[in-house]
């Protein structure tokens, strides 16, 4: 089965930058989607980014558009998210996560499609 590993989460003031991994072993070959999802005290688990890693399509949700990037190494078998522009709102438990389950290169949203995770990494962000 997959397993992931996030690492890059941390404390940043409003306006900084954060950039976290998420390293996949096993079963590498099966993953159609991987994405990021972060929950908040009392909140639910949202979408953040995810990618099409045939193809490397990305989707984001409106929060952080412009602000955010995920990528993938194929080589080494990672996945980022560069994140900008921080805001207090970001702040959150970010997860990966990765799926089997795709179509036509499209990255389903939902959570609950998902699979596989990590661990999660803790972001805050001070104002």
């Known amino acids: 089965q997959v397993q992931l590993v996030e690492s890059g989460g941390g404390s940043v003031q409003a306006g900084g930058s954060l950039r976290l991994s998420c390293v996949a072993s096993r079963d590498t070959y099966s993953i159609y989607c991987m994405g990021w999802f972060r929950q908040a005290p009392g909140k639910e688990r949202e979408g953040v980014a995810r990618i099409y890693t045939g193809g490397g399509s990305t989707y984001y949700a409106d929060s952080v558009k412009g602000r955010f990037t995920i990528s993938q190494d194929n080589a080494k078998n990672t996945l980022y998210l560069q994140m900008n522009s921080l805001k207090p709102e970001d702040t959150a438990m970010y997860y990966c996560?990765?799926?089997?389950?795709?179509?036509?290169?499209?990255?389903?949203?939902?959570?609950?499609?998902?699979?596989?995770w990590g661990q999660g990494t803790q972001v805050t962000v001070s104002s």
């Open positions: 996560a990765a799926t089997q389950k795709g179509f036509g290169g499209y990255c389903n949203p939902e959570w609950y499609e998902y699979n596989y």
